[in-house]
């Protein structure tokens, strides 16, 4: 057997993720005492596969067929079955994106596989695999326990360290059997909302809620990422996108985008448990309200009761010292 893990990239790139996942997929091969076989589909450049290897992605699988540039959910679910049984594969691993919410499911219908979307840490027990993940919108954890000889992953971001385990990347093509039929769906153009840093890849989040007023006034939370650096973007809750006080690619929340960054700054927000649903797995929240009992409070590791408009320019002041 062996572990597969699939790397998605972004534009031919990787991102901080992708190496949680090898660090991730390399200790499960550790557990089961085989070796990981990482898969990359679409167009990236020897130079930017031979970044895994730094966390141990000694054997790499590369599919850079143009057909795959954009994703198919229907044929890249094809693919990833065809590598996992080429390499024997029993245990697949994801990182928890909207591609493997789509590809995932089809590669554990193709494969019998147990699916465990959303997990936080290494299995706790190989055979039968016991594996945590968030459950109920991240507020409590579920054991799960997969009893199929096939078993597939999704790994949460930002729940796993990076581990440097150098290894020296073979590069291997591989050419799949597809055909039109397994396109049946695909994307023929993507247009990006913004080129902004998006609020699920940055690693500080300045959010805004109700309690900053205005669209002009919400704009100091602009003003505060900017102080902090590139690592940095703004977000915002639910109502403040509806108001179109901020654009809606900002929302986070149970129906916005889930969010799990090293530091989040929760400024005029009330904390609903909406909201909470999609950035309590930040490391550290740290929340400012005129509001000494609003619910935010018992979820951030640092409270401000006062003036966001007096506490704000306070922080980019001593941002900027900094
Ligand atoms: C099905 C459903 C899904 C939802 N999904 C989401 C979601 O994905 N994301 C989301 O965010 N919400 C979501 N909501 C909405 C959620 O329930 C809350 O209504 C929303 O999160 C509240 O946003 P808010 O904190 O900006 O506003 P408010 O609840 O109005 O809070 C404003 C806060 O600002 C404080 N404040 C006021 N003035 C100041 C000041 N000068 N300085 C500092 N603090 C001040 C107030 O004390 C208050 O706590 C959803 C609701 C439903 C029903």
Not at 144 to 158: R, W
Not at 274 to 293: M, R, W, Y
Request: with cysteine.
């Amino acid at each position: 057997m062996s572990v597969l893990v699939y790397t998605e990239n972004w534009d031919g790139k990787f991102k901080k993720l992708s190496f949680e996942l090898v660090s991730y997929a390399n200790e499960i091969a550790k557990m089961y005492g085989t070796n990981l076989v990482t898969l990359s589909i679409g167009d990236v450049s020897d130079d930017e596969i031979k970044t895994l290897g730094k966390y141990g992605a000694s054997k790499v699988i590369n599919v850079n067929d143009a057909k795959f540039n954009t994703l198919s959910s229907q044929a890249y679910a094809k693919v990833i079955s065809q590598v996992a049984d080429k390499e024997s594969a029993n245990v697949l691993v994801f990182a928890n994106t909207y591609t493997a919410r789509a590809v995932a499911p089809r590669v554990a219908v193709r494969m019998e596989a147990g699916l465990v979307p959303g997990v936080v840490a290494l299995p706790t027990v190989t055979e039968p695999m016991l594996v945590t993940k968030k459950a109920y919108s991240g507020k409590a954890f579920a054991d799960v326990e997969v009893a199929s000889t096939n078993k597939i992953l999704t790994l949460n971001q930002n729940s796993f360290k990076l581990i440097e385990a150098e290894a020296d990347v073979t590069i291997e093509t591989f050419t799949p059997e597809v055909s039109d039929a397994d396109f049946k769906a695909k994307s023929v153009e993507i247009q990006k909302a913004s080129d902004k840093l998006d609020v699920v890849d940055a690693e500080i989040l300045v959010s805004g809620g109700r309690g900053l007023k205005s669209a002009e006034r919400i704009a100091v939370i602009d003003e505060m990422a900017a102080a902090i650096g590139p690592n940095c973007t703004t977000a915002c809750t639910k109502p403040v996108s509806d108001l179109d006080w901020r654009p809606h690619y900002e929302h986070v929340g149970q129906t916005g985008k889930v969010v799990a960054p090293n530091l989040y700054f929760a400024l005029g927000i009330s904390g609903a448990i909406q909201h909470l649903a999609g950035i309590n797995s930040s490391k550290i929240i740290v929340a400012v309200n005129t509001d000494k009992d609003a619910p935010i409070f018992e979820a951030a590791d640092y409270g401000i009761i006062g003036d966001a408009f007096e506490v704000i320019p306070k922080l980019i002041e001593a941002i900027k010292e900094l």
